[in-house]
């Protein structure tokens, strides 16, 4: 089966130094999937220096059989590139294929790169089995007081999602000694009983707290007061 010369036209349109020109190419390969685009889109998500063409582009792969996309996005979350992985991840949450949940390893869920991280949050709760959901809540408490106030809203909202089950994790995180991490704990536990409220009102008030109380005792200072 030959490639008419209009499909041929929009896949050359995705590399073009105008941005609205790959936009609207990313929209066509969507509009009319071709299991030849796979490949294609997948290594154009890796390089795509605009944030709205790679939504596109993930779009574009979402209208594609999962049986093309899921091997190539596997294969891109072990990239080198951070931007391979994290637009893999994305494009997998958006997928919500659960098949792709053992790629959604641990070494993702604390990568080094912020973004990676968070798109690895947010794929880890759309593709998390039942029942493995308080694990999950576990290994995201490791990340808690992590980067700015984006990651940290990012993390929030993921250990949220998850429900009730992350009570256990954030609670032992409170009683660290990093006050960075207890605040950030505090703040997703308002947020996990108030959903409505401002993240950016939860962390300060959070920080409020952590100040006032002050560092959490260590069982050996408990102990040498009785």
Known sequence: ?????????????????????RLRAALAVGTAPDPRFVGTLVERCAVEPEFFVRDMLTWALTRHPVSLTLPALLREVRSERAQARSQALHTLSKIGDRQAWPAITQELLSDADDEVARSAWRAAVVLVPGGEE?????????????????????????????????G???????????????????????????????????????????ALTGAPRTDDENRADR
Do not use: N
């Open 134 to 166: 308080s694990a999950l809540a576990t290994v995201l408490a490791t990340q808690l007081g992590r980067g700015e106030r984006e990651t940290q809203l990012s993390l929030s909202q993921a250990l949220v999602a998850l429900g009730e089950v992350i």
């Open 1 to 21: 089966m030959t490639m008419t010369r209009q499909k041929a036209d929009a896949l050359q349109a995705l590399e073009d130094t105008s941005s609205s020109v």
């Open 168 to 210: 256990p994790a954030l609670h032992t995180a409170t009683t660290v000694s990093d006050p960075r991490v207890r605040a950030h704990a505090l703040a997703t536990q308002g947020l996990l009983r108030d959903p409505d409220a401002g993240f950016e009102s939860a962390i300060e008030e959070a920080k409020r707290v952590v």
